[in-house]
């Protein structure tokens, strides 16, 4: 067997040309025939027992060709592309070139291959420098975030509604005197000033008092996503039943243990909340760099065309995991684009819009695993098992089963080449920052 490929002057595209010895294709030939005369009937012979010599008599040599050549094809051509040394990224476009018989059958195969990628820097990226610091009002704002979620809700006797207080209300909305498809609801709570309702909606009940009927007009927005209401005028007759005000608990080492059992006085949720703001922050900070830092090596590097097919393949991967993660929480993929409003050319176009981007950094960071000699040792990818079994509770088994040695050393050297490029990372602070020094 012999294979020639050939770049087309879309560097990313080309021909490869190969061929299949007579013998192969002769092993080809003997298990179509025996797989094909076991579906014929000749006069004079059992089913499934004609010999070779009749059967070519009658229906010709040539009739097992393209069964034969479904046979010895998948091998030849990984057989070809293991010669020429290319790396296909989507399955090729198969022509025949000569299929003669007694003589090597030619083919050729139009490949989409790996772009090539030319690396120029990716250690010592400058990024913009990250403030990691927790002051005693960050803290205080997340101990008042707790304090608001064990806040308890009391009726408002006789006061009128303010922001902030919950009102339990019915409400029946028209447009142009006629009711529309989830205009109206019944002893609905809602929180005033959430702006979970339509603009201008709560801050026409502030001010009321319990028994109050209300008549809220309101328009809904242009970009609403029910198409045969947006923009349009509404009015909602609302009914006020009760009014409730939060009473929020007081700071004080009660509080603490309320909402952590693991801490016995305030002080000890505060030291607490620090030490997790401080990990959240850190942790926002490491990641920010870390995408900063390869985005620079991205656009350091010179990278051929990308073929359109990895584009797609990027494009149909993300959506996949996305509707899979919205399966997860329950959601199908018919029930969220009902949700949503959406088809699925919608969120096609919208993981499209950044598949480039992402295709490109992809293959830098295969470049800088190549580049700095990066491997996975046996330690490293037991690691990376028990940890990806801890995550999805699975046995560790069950997912050695699930990902091959190849998919884990692949994903380890991922990442240590992500930790080579953030780590090298030099933080700068911006102009205003240093002006402030």
Do not use: C
Request: hydrophobic share 35%; no cysteine.
């Amino acid at each position: 067997m012999s294979a020639k490929w050939e770049r087309d002057s879309d560097a990313s595209k080309g021909t490869l040309t190969f061929t299949i010895d007579v013998d192969t294709i002769k092993k080809g030939l003997d298990e179509a025939f025996v797989e094909t005369r076991k579906k014929i009937t000749v006069p004079g012979f059992r089913k499934g027992r004609v010999p070779r010599q009749i059967f070519n008599q009658m229906y010709g040599e040539e009739s097992l060709y393209q069964d034969a050549l479904n046979k010895v094809l998948p091998d030849a051509y990984s057989a070809a592309v293991e010669e020429t040394k290319i790396q296909p990224v989507a399955q090729p476009e198969i022509n025949i070139k000569s299929m003669e018989k007694g003589q090597p059958w030619t083919l050729t195969a139009t490949v989409d291959v790996m772009p090539e990628v030319k690396l120029g820097d990716y250690k010592g990226m400058e990024v913009p420098e990250q403030d990691t610091t927790v002051s005693d009002d960050d803290v205080n704002a997340e101990l008042e975030k707790k304090r608001q979620q064990q806040a308890e809700l009391v009726l408002k006797e006789d006061k009128p509604a303010e922001n902030g207080d919950t009102v339990v209300i019915d409400y029946e909305g028209s447009v142009d005197g006629e009711k529309f498809d989830g205009g109206s609801a019944d002893n609905y709570s809602l929180e005033l000033g959430s702006g979970s309702f339509i603009p201008g909606f709560e801050d026409q009940l502030v001010g009321h008092k319990s028994g109050d009927d209300v008549d809220v007009k309101v328009t809904f927005p242009e970009d609403y996503h029910a198409k045969n209401l947006a923009g349009k005028d509404a009015i909602f007759k609302v009914k006020v039943h009760e009014i409730k005000e939060k009473q929020l608990p007081e700071l004080d080492d009660d509080f603490a243990k309320d909402v952590d059992e693991d801490v016995d006085t305030l002080d000890e949720l505060k030291d607490k909340t620090k030490k997790q703001l401080q990990e959240d922050k850190d942790n926002q900070a490491k990641a920010t760099i870390e995408d900063a830092a390869i985005e620079k090596a991205v656009a350091n590097a010179e990278i051929q065309d990308i073929p359109q097919s990895m584009l797609d393949d990027d494009t149909n991967r993300q959506m996949q995991q996305y509707l899979a993660g919205m399966q997860q929480q329950g959601i199908s993929p018919q029930m969220y684009f009902q949700i949503t409003g959406t088809k699925e050319e919608d969120l096609k176009k919208q993981f499209a819009n950044d598949a480039e981007q992402r295709v490109k950094t992809n293959l830098v960071l295969e470049a800088i695993v190549d580049d700095a000699k990066l491997e996975a040792s046996d330690d490293e990818m037991k690691k990376e098992v028990a940890d990806l079994a801890k995550q999805y509770g699975m046995k560790e088994d069950a997912v050695e089963k699930a990902l091959s040695k190849d998919m884990l050393a692949h994903d380890i050297k991922i990442k240590k080449a992500v930790d080579l490029v953030a780590d090298s990372a030099k933080q700068v602070a911006s102009d205003d920052k240093k002006s402030d020094k």
